[in-house]
């Protein structure tokens, strides 16, 4: 949680921990450029749904190639982080490549 920039973002597993999702929440009415978030593993965070896409007729910010890499540099507590656009009044789910 991010409750200085409004967002929110969490961790979902399937229940046999092969499978991980990243849900981020921009619950503000601007892009926000440049937005570094901590993830739990290293690896290729591939852009699953975005609420944002233009496909629901919206401005369609979100990760260039529909994917980010993971950087080892350390944030919100995480060994690992992404650079991310986070769309506005958006919701992006992330899947990690296996």
């Known amino acids: 949680e ?7 973002a969490f ?15 921009n619950f503000t009415p601007g ?3 440049g937005y570094r978030l901590g993830v739990p593993a ?9 609420t944002d896409s233009e496909h629901y007729g ?7 190639y529909g994917a980010a890499a993971s950087e080892p540099v350390p944030c919100h507590g995480r060994a690992q982080s ?9 919701t992006v789910f992330y899947e990690r490549d296996r």
């Open 2 to 8: 991010d409750a200085q920039r409004s967002v929110l």
């Open 11 to 25: 961790v979902r597993r399937s229940a046999d921990g092969r499978s991980e999702v990243l849900v981020v929440c």
């Open 31 to 33: 892009v926000q450029r």
């Open 42 to 50: 290293a690896g290729t965070w591939r852009e699953r749904i975005n």
């Open 58 to 64: 919206g401005s369609n910010v979100g990760c260039p």
């Open 82 to 90: 992404l650079l991310l656009d986070l769309p506005p009044l958006a």
